[in-house]
Each structure stands twice: as structure tokens, then as C-alpha cells.
């Protein structure tokens, strides 16, 4: 793994700098669907410059740069404090899983209004019981004439309020052994038989959502990947998922960590040994998630999608997020409870990051088998 820029990586990277100095949006309103609203011109703009789907090949839309540069632009984005695209699901696993696996009519349709943001996306998987155990999923999917009726319940659906499609996950097969009776759905958001219930969260958002299907209809040309495929589309899925946040986050958790000591020392704070002690902590885990992330990445380069290394990432950035937030909360102390305080909303949102995208201890899990080659649990 070489760490330092060649030519073209460097000169790409002052252009996206150069770009986004003349066209940052500025600070995102308040409100949740303000906020929306402005993440989605944003990601316009992106797209109209040719910054959406860096990574994605030309002939889909994106801009085909290595996925070095990709991390690259988001390193600058992070840098630059602009704000992340509205489609993030779109863009990190709709459109990649839709590369990967989608029909030339598949690609046709879906992949343009992703990047662009006209259609958002959510991933419609978990379910009241079935989360880390997602292949024991109840969600029915019975087939009729030209499609599917789709009928169950999916739980912390992300977006599920804003989107147009949900990749959905559901039993099309109730007698095959579980993860091969499983098919992987576009399904379309706009209909009678689909309600949305908005979860609210600890940090007063309403992020996610409650998905009810009641006979669902997804015509069998939004089927991705073959019947009873499921099962490998959804880990196509979650690899993008846990990688994409693995990567972005390292860059997120380093420009806070900057934010975090200019704080203590302007608290006067910075000869305090116990602080002194957990900011090198943090400082360890940060470098080595930056690190591990770009080992991720250097894989995924050689072998075209991204590994169970990309669970360590997952795993390093939660723990790493959750310690950094506590000292900065310890460090404000009373100042952290005022409801305007940035500091108070990235503490209680960092406790989902254990959670997301695949709890700790299922990542743990992963990378004993897949990465450490430890016997199988089960
Ligand atoms: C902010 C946020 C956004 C989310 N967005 C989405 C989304 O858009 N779409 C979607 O489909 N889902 C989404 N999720 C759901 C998320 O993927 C699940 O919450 C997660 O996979 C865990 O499932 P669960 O909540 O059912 O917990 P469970 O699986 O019931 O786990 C409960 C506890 O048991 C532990 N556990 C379970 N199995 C094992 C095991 N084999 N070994 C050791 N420990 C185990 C877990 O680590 C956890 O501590 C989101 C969650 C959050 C918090």
C-alpha cells in the first residue's frame, strides 16, 4: 500500500478543492426537510459539475475515477465542511448494488436519477425481529401475473419518508433454507399499500422510519439479481454500506478530533493529564481507522468490491465516534446540555453507531471468521 499522491491523484485533488471553494453551498438551514431540500440542490449541483458517482463508471454516469480519488473527494468535502448529497443510500449502495447486479434495463432506468438526487433511496432490511439475524426475515413476497405482492413489516427504514425506491429484502420462498429463499426488490414508495410511520430518535430527529406493506405491488422487472439470489445482493449491499462508512467516517471523526483540542485548549484544558491521556487515545484510534480504511480500499481496488475489512472500519469508527464525543461532552460539561449545542447532538447520534449498519458485536463476529479465519460460530 503506497500513502502518497502520484501526479494525476494530486492534481485531482487541487481541482476538487479549487471546485469547492468557488461553490459551497454555505451552512445547511434548520429543520429537518430545509435541510433535506438544500442537501438535495446540493447534490444537483454535484452531479451538474460531474462530482456524483465519482467511482461509478463513465458509462453509468459517474466520472470512472479510482476509488482513491473517490476517497480523495470526499477527504475534501469533509475538509471544506460541505454538506453530504440527500441520496446517500442511493449513492453508496442503490447504485453500486444496481452495477453489480442489475439488468441493461435496470441500469437504464434507475442509476441517472440517482445521482442526480430526483429519486431517493432507502434500504428496506431490518425488521422487528430480525436485524443482525437479517436472514430470518418474515417479510412474504408471493408471485402473481407480471409480479410480485409484497406484505410485512421492515423497522428503522432511513429515509423510508423521502424516498421514491427501497431495496427491499423479502422470503419469496418459505420452504428453501433461509438464505436461499430470499429475493432482492426495487420497490416503488408511491403507493396505497405501503405506509410510512416516522420513528423519533434520541437526538429529536426523525431519521428513520417504520415501513408497513400490505400487498405490495414490485413488477418482476424490479427483481435484481434472480430469484432466490437475495441473499448475496444484500451482502453486496452491506459490504458498500459498511465500507462507504468506514471511509467517509474516518474523515468526519479526524476533522472533529481538529475541533475537539482547539476546544480543550481553549478551555485551558490541555495540561490536564486524564485529558491528555484520552485525547491520544482517540488521536491512536483515528489514525488507525484512516489507515484501515485505505488498507479497505487498496483491496477493494484489486479485487472490484469491498471485503470484510470494511467491518473492522465499521467497528473502529463507532468506537472511536463514541470516545470522542464523551470527552468533548466531559470537557463542556453543563454547556453540553443546551439543546444548540453541536457537541450534545453528535454524543446522543454517535450511540447509534454501534447499531448501524451492523451492530459491534456482529462485526466482531465477521471479521473473527472472515478475516481471522476463526472457526465458525455456528
Ligand atoms: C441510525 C440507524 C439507522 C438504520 N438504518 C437502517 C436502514 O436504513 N435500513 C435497515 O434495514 N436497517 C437500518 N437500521 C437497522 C440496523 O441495521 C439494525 O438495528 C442492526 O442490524 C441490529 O439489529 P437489531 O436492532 O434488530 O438488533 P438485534 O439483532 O436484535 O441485536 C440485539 C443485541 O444482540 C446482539 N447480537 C445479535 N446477534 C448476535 C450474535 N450473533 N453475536 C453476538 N451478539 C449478537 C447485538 O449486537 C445487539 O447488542 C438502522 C439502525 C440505526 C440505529
Not at 3 to 32: I, Y
Not at 268 to 288: F, H, N, S, T
Not at 305 to 326: C, D, F, M, R
Amino acid at each position: 500500500m503506497d500513502l502518497t499522491l502520484t501526479q494525476e491523484e494530486q492534481s485531482f485533488q487541487d481541482e476538487v478543492r479549487a471546485w469547492l471553494v468557488e461553490n459551497h453551498p454555505g451552512r445547511e438551514p434548520d429543520g429537518e426537510e430545509a435541510k433535506f431540500e438544500f442537501r438535495r440542490a446540493w447534490q444537483r449541483e454535484l452531479h451538474d459539475a460531474g462530482w456524483a458517482g465519482i467511482s461509478w463508471p463513465k458509462e453509468y454516469g459517474g466520472r470512472g475515477a479510482t476509488l482513491i480519488e473517490q476517497a480523495i473527494f470526499s477527504e475534501e468535502m469533509a475538509r471544506a465542511k460541505a454538506p453530504s448529497p440527500a441520496n446517500v443510500l442511493g449513492l453508496v449502495m442503490g447504485g453500486p448494488v444496481v452495477i453489480a447486479h442489475g439488468s441493461g434495463e435496470q441500469k437504464e432506468r434507475f442509476l441517472e436519477p440517482i445521482l442526480s438526487g430526483e429519486e431517493i433511496w432507502c434500504q428496506g432490511f431490518s425488521e422487528p425481529e430480525s436485524g443482525s439475524d437479517l436472514a430470518s426475515l418474515k417479510t412474504r413476497a408471493v408471485q402473481e401475473d407480471g409480479g410480485w405482492r409484497v406484505t410485512g413489516q421492515k423497522v428503522w427504514t432511513t429515509y423510508a419518508h423521502e424516498a421514491k425506491w427501497c431495496m427491499l429484502l423479502a422470503r419469496s420462498d418459505a420452504d428453501a433454507p433461509k438464505h436461499k429463499g430470499l429475493t432482492y426488490f426495487i420497490c416503488d414508495m408511491d403507493q396505497d399499500e405501503i405506509e410510512v410511520r416516522p420513528l423519533r430518535q434520541i437526538t429529536g430527529e426523525a431519521e428513520f422510519n417504520e415501513i408497513f406493506l400490505e400487498d405490495a405491488y414490485i413488477p418482476d422487472e424490479n427483481l435484481v439479481g434472480g430469484e432466490g439470489n437475495g441473499w448475496n445482493v444484500a451482502i453486496t449491499t452491506l459490504m458498500h454500506e459498511r465500507a462507504g462508512l468506514g471511509a467517509a467516517s474516518a474523515i468526519t471523526v479526524r476533522r472533529e478530533l481538529d475541533e475537539l483540542i482547539a476546544l480543550i485548549n481553549e478551555r485551558g484544558l490541555a495540561g490536564d493529564p486524564l485529558i491528555r491521556q484520552r485525547i491520544a487515545e482517540v488521536k491512536i484510534g483515528v489514525e488507525a481507522l484512516r489507515l484501515g480504511a485505505l488498507r479497505a480500499l487498496t483491496q477493494q481496488m484489486k479485487v472490484g468490491i469491498p471485503g470484510p475489512e470494511g467491518s473492522l472500519a465499521k467497528w473502529e469508527w463507532a468506537t472511536v465516534n463514541q470516545k470522542l464525543t464523551e470527552l468533548a461532552v466531559d470537557v463542556l460539561g453543563p454547556d453540553a446540555l443546551v439543546p444548540e449545542s453541536e457537541w450534545a447532538y453528535r454524543f446522543l447520534r454517535a450511540r447509534a453507531n454501534s447499531i448501524e449498519g451492523g451492530t459491534t458485536e456482529v462485526m466482531k463476529n465477521i471479521i473473527a471468521e472472515r478475516v481471522l479465519g476463526l472457526p465458525r460460530l455456528r
